[in-house]
């Protein structure tokens, strides 16, 4: 029986909102090393399996539902590993984690690492440089604010959103307020809505944090952190919205400057408790120092993974996460030896997307890995502070960081969107 056992490939569990693109590579990385890899995303148990992808159906807002749904399915298909997707899978995922005593980070970290206000106050209780910044209850008559502690520009952002969804910038008390008001708007979307977490009711005002601002991927593995990517986002992000665009590694950094980034984000994670799993951090910096500004207990989002390949063997950031959900230490990976990038495609306007012309002209610019188009036709395109998505991505290698950028910039400019308004008003006949 034991050696029956041993024959059996291993199981991984992948949390996610859905099954899309970002699953769908975890899908390809699994079969390649052998591994069973078993869904649970958020969607109706009425429906059997309506996408054929044997995935377990849960709840994300029932959480007690949805781990004994999840531990009911182990009993007959035990797990070996634990993945997630996204900030709003975290938090189950690490409560199975724990329920079969699997390493992950903990339910408190991860819950903390998914709400802006909470990780706001865990980095200041441990010393670490943050902005001023208050809670507002987003949905009260007079708003809370207190504005002598105000100071402008300032930021308000939701306290459970992703993907700079919802973030403002604000000059004055006026614009403040406006922002709030179309803030309060966002929240009451049918789509926010029907998560049903009660972090939506809480906003953050905070300083503005000038400076250039980075990202980094990396594992932590029983409590050690391995970085495996620091980003440069070259454009400059001040708002009045904060959409990325271009992630390019390496930075132009000296790398005492990328060693006190490093430095931080790992101070950053210990003090919100996060332990083991693929980590995402953003933060800012400039004269006064590193400011983190989230931690989350998840990888890079969307098809931005693609931009990271690891030697030895040239494996993608989803394999290297499956085996380290399997037990593998990521130490011996290291990041390719070249410059590499992603451009998330913004999007320009709002509308009905018709189409996306050029592509093959876009693919042929030099250092241009692939361009892959996610956004649908007829779909209805939502630009950031409202919308959460991109039109697509875009990639590109080479041998310095300035000429992937260069790549990425003219490749976006040798596409064409075809977008028409969304309400077209015809005259009468």
């Given at each position: ?60 807002h ?63 209780e ?54 709030v008001d ?75 400057r ?82 590499a ?28 890995d692939?361009v ?35 790549a ?22």
């Open positions: 029986m034991a050696e029956g056992e041993r024959l059996m490939p291993q199981r991984v569990l992948l949390f996610a909102t859905t099954t899309g693109y970002q699953t769908r590579t975890f899908g390809e990385a699994a079969e390649r090393l052998g591994v069973d890899l078993v869904f649970a995303t958020d969607r109706c148990h009425m429906i059997e399996d309506p996408w054929r992808d044997a995935a377990i159906p849960i709840r994300f029932d959480e007690e539902a949805s781990l004994q749904a999840v531990m009911s399915a182990a009993a007959d298909r035990p797990v070996h590993g634990v993945l997630a997707v996204g900030d709003r899978p975290t938090v189950i995922a690490s409560r199975v984690a724990q329920a079969l005593e699997l390493p992950w980070h903990l339910p408190q970290a991860a819950d903390v690492a998914r709400n802006k206000l909470r990780t706001r106050e865990r980095l200041r441990a010393g670490l440089p943050v902005p001023w910044f208050q809670a507002l209850a987003i949905h009260d008559e007079p708003l809370a604010l207190r504005p002598e502690s105000l100071t402008y520009p300032c930021v308000l952002k939701p306290a459970a959103l992703s993907a700079s969804r919802g973030v403002m910038r604000a000059n004055d008390p006026a614009s403040l307020r406006a922002a179309r803030l309060r708007t966002l929240l009451r979307a049918p789509d926010i809505r029907a998560e049903r977490d009660r972090a939506h009711e809480t906003a953050l005002v905070e300083g503005f944090i000038p400076g250039r601002e980075f990202a980094v991927e990396a594992v932590l593995h029983h409590g050690e952190m391995h970085m495996l990517a620091i980003f440069d986002k070259p454009d400059p992000l001040d708002g009045p919205f904060f959409e990325e665009t271009i992630y390019v590694t390496p930075p132009d950094l000296p790398p005492e990328q060693a006190d980034i490093l430095s931080v984000v790992s101070r950053a994670a210990a003090a919100i408790g996060l332990s083991h799993g693929p980590i995402h951090a953003e933060c800012r910096v400039n004269a006064d120092g590193v400011f983190v500004l989230e931690v989350a207990a998840r990888p890079i989002g969307g098809l931005c993974a693609r931009a990271l390949r690891f030697d030895p063997g040239q494996v993608p950031l989803e394999e290297l996460l499956l085996r380290q959900a399997l037990g593998e230490s990521p130490a011996p990976w290291q990041r390719e030896d070249c410059a990038g992603v451009m998330m495609i913004p999007i320009p306007r709002r509308g009905v997307l018709r189409g996306v012309e050029c592509v093959d002209d876009s693919r042929a610019v030099p250092h241009v692939d892959r188009i996610t956004a649908k036709p007829d779909q209805v395109l939502l630009p950031l502070p409202e919308g959460g998505s991109y039109l697509g991505f875009i990639f590109a290698r080479a041998d310095r960081a300035s000429e992937v950028e260069r990425l910039r003219l490749a976006h400019r040798r596409l064409h969107f075809a977008i028409d308004p969304e309400f077209v008003v015809r005259p009468p006949a």
